[in-house]
């Protein structure tokens, strides 16, 4: 009877040893110490073709230049006062590749004629108006952030022949009009050329726009992924005017990055951006975007990858309930909290590289960390065994595609129609992204991609 009694309670003993769990201590791997993300950057280069219909550069014009635009109220000089105003909308149309200007005038003058005889001084004046029509023809100039035409006033034709009547006689007075244009045409040539200036300026719209999309930009909330650029300068080719089009080359030089997890603001200095004038241009854009991804979102994600999965090996099963990965020595160390058959954490590390045919990030040449293999040969030796580790590699790869898709998205929504402001029109194509490399810091993982594209911006209808 003693003797059933202890071969129950030794069958028992076992059954039990055999079916509770077992609690490991493995030795935590350092993590580096936690340094702010540095990476290395690659520039980014967008090339921008610019056309400009002369249409909009004469309606923006016509805004600028209203009313009296000359105006000369000395009589005693020349005998004569003059005052000029716009008349009538002005025109602005391509001569041979150069800027042709017409504008109506409207004229009013008062004019002082006789003579001195004997010391007494017998004049009599008159006012007049009359109508006429400046033709000014300019280059088109890209300098300095404007567009400049550099005009010259080429002829001044009047609807009549200035004159007045004396006597009932009509006497010309070309000869006190003509000396006054002289002036007349300077002041008019001045007009045209600062209004042509104001009405294009890209500085501030250039600057205002890049001010606004160097802020951080939430791309996609389920995925917390933040979208930034950061510009560096901007080159400008000369303009060249055909067909009633003005067209130049803008190429903005940039940083482009994509962040999981808000990045941090950067002060935008307007007086960094420098504009440099060269003859050519990339004739696409190259973009090269980062997409940084820190640990502890890696993390999250690689987590529920393990959701519902169990690892078994005969009666022996685990499950992860966790995960975490840090950078160490050039790797990242992945630590699993286990319970199941072995209750503890243990800690694999691998290279990450990246699976073009699958868009995954896996961890190539992963293993148990030295300390981890010795315990788990020693305590757990069916889960050191290379067809569990195999499994659990399978879970660990990360799958970065969203941020790709994102980052493609992104860019392809400024190049299908995009339109910063009326009458400005942007449109484009991107090649598929490629992943160039992929680095490793102390808080994160960081992914190069690159593409490549054509993108063209037209003003139209700009008001």
């Given at each position: 009877?003693?003797?059933?009694?202890l071969?129950?309670?030794?069958?028992?003993?076992?059954?039990?040893?055999?079916?509770?769990?077992?609690?490991?201590?493995?030795?935590?791997?350092?993590?580096?110490?936690?340094?702010?993300?540095?990476?290395?950057?690659?520039?980014?280069?967008?090339?921008?073709?610019?056309?400009?219909?002369?249409?909009?550069?004469?309606?923006?014009?016509?805004?600028?230049?209203?009313?009296?635009?000359?105006?000369d109220?000395?009589?005693?000089?020349?005998?004569?006062?003059?005052?000029?105003?716009k008349?009538?909308?002005?025109?602005?149309?391509?001569?041979?590749?150069?800027?042709?200007?017409?504008?109506?005038?409207?004229?009013?003058?008062?004019?002082?004629?006789?003579?001195?005889?004997?010391?007494?001084?017998?004049?009599?004046?008159?006012?007049?108006?009359?109508?006429?029509?400046?033709?000014?023809?300019?280059?088109?100039?890209?300098?300095?952030?404007?567009?400049?035409?550099?005009?010259?006033?080429?002829?001044?034709?009047?609807?009549?022949s200035?004159?007045?009547?004396?006597?009932?006689?009509?006497?010309?007075?070309?000869?006190?009009?003509?000396?006054?244009?002289?002036?007349?045409?300077?002041?008019?040539?001045?007009?045209?050329?600062?209004?042509?200036?104001?009405?294009?300026?890209?500085?501030?719209?250039?600057?205002?726009?890049?001010?606004?999309?160097?802020?951080?930009v939430?791309?996609?909330?389920?995925?917390?992924?933040?979208?930034?650029?950061?510009?560096?300068?901007?080159?400008?080719?000369?303009?060249?005017?055909?067909?009633?089009?003005?067209?130049?080359?803008?190429?903005?030089?940039?940083?482009?990055?994509?962040?999981?997890?808000?990045?941090?603001?950067?002060?935008?200095?307007?007086?960094?951006?420098?504009?440099?004038?060269?003859?050519?241009?990339?004739?696409?854009?190259?973009?090269?975007?980062?997409?940084?991804?820190?640990?502890?979102?890696?993390?999250?994600?690689?987590?529920?990858?393990?959701?519902?999965?169990?690892?078994?090996s005969?009666?022996?099963?685990?499950?992860?309930?966790?995960?975490?990965?840090?950078?160490?020595?050039?790797?990242?160390?992945?630590?699993?909290?286990?319970?199941?058959?072995?209750?503890?954490?243990?800690?694999?590390?691998?290279?990450?590289?990246?699976?073009?045919?699958?868009e995954?990030?896996?961890?190539?040449?992963?293993?148990?960390v030295?300390?981890?293999?010795?315990?788990?040969?020693?305590?757990?030796?069916?889960?050191?065994?290379?067809?569990?580790?195999?499994?659990?590699?399978?879970?660990?790869?990360?799958?970065?595609?969203?941020?790709?898709?994102?980052?493609?998205?992104?860019?392809?929504?400024?190049?299908?129609n995009?339109?910063?402001?009326?009458?400005?029109?942007?449109?484009?194509?991107?090649?598929?992204?490629?992943?160039?490399?992929?680095?490793?810091?102390?808080?994160?993982?960081?992914?190069?991609?690159?593409?490549?594209?054509?993108?063209?911006?037209?003003?139209?209808?700009?008001?």
């Amino acid at each position: 009877m003693k003797f059933t009694v202890l071969l129950v309670f030794i069958i028992a003993f076992i059954v039990v040893s055999c079916g509770s769990s077992k609690k490991i201590e493995t030795l935590k791997p350092v993590a580096d110490l936690a340094n702010p993300i540095m990476y290395d950057k690659e520039i980014s280069y967008l090339n921008i073709p610019v056309s400009i219909k002369l249409k909009d550069l004469a309606y923006q014009t016509n805004t600028i230049l209203k009313g009296l635009i000359y105006e000369d109220a000395i009589l005693e000089d020349d005998n004569l006062m003059i005052k000029v105003w716009k008349q009538a909308p002005i025109e602005i149309t391509d001569d041979k590749g150069k800027i042709k200007v017409v504008l109506p005038l409207k004229v009013w003058l008062k004019v002082r004629y006789g003579s001195n005889v004997f010391g007494m001084d017998l004049y009599d004046t008159r006012e007049l108006n009359f109508n006429g029509v400046a033709t000014l023809i300019g280059e088109a100039k890209f300098t300095n952030w404007q567009l400049s035409a550099k005009s010259n006033v080429q002829s001044v034709v009047w609807k009549e022949s200035p004159s007045i009547t004396i006597a009932g006689k009509s006497v010309p007075i070309t000869y006190l009009v003509n000396p006054a244009m002289n002036y007349f045409k300077s002041t008019i040539e001045q007009k045209i050329d600062a209004a042509i200036v104001k009405s294009l300026n890209f500085q501030d719209n250039v600057l205002d726009a890049l001010e606004e999309i160097t802020k951080p930009v939430c791309v996609n909330e389920s995925y917390d992924t933040w979208f930034k650029l950061k510009p560096i300068s901007i080159n400008a080719t000369e303009a060249i005017l055909k067909q009633d089009v003005v067209s130049m080359n803008l190429e903005l030089a940039c940083f482009m990055e994509t962040f999981i997890g808000k990045p941090f603001e950067d002060t935008f200095n307007r007086d960094e951006i420098q504009l440099k004038q060269v003859s050519k241009t990339k004739d696409q854009f190259l973009a090269s975007l980062i997409v940084v991804s820190p640990y502890l979102k890696a993390s999250e994600i690689i987590t529920k990858n393990f959701h519902g999965q169990e690892f078994t090996s005969g009666s022996k099963k685990i499950t992860v309930e966790k995960v975490n990965l840090w950078h160490k020595n050039g790797k990242v160390v992945i630590a699993l909290t286990m319970k199941g058959s072995l209750n503890g954490t243990i800690y694999l590390s691998g290279i990450p590289k990246y699976n073009i045919d699958e868009e995954l990030i896996y961890f190539d040449d992963l293993k148990y960390v030295l300390e981890t293999k010795s315990t788990l040969m020693k305590t757990a030796n069916w889960l050191a065994q290379g067809i569990i580790l195999k499994k659990i590699a399978t879970y660990t790869k990360y799958s970065i595609k969203p941020e790709l898709e994102v980052a493609k998205t992104q860019m392809e929504y400024y190049l299908k129609n995009y339109s910063p402001a009326k009458g400005i029109v942007i449109n484009g194509n991107l090649a598929p992204i490629v992943i160039k490399n992929i680095q490793l810091t102390d808080q994160a993982l960081v992914a190069t991609i690159s593409t490549t594209g054509k993108v063209a911006l037209k003003i139209d209808g700009l008001q």
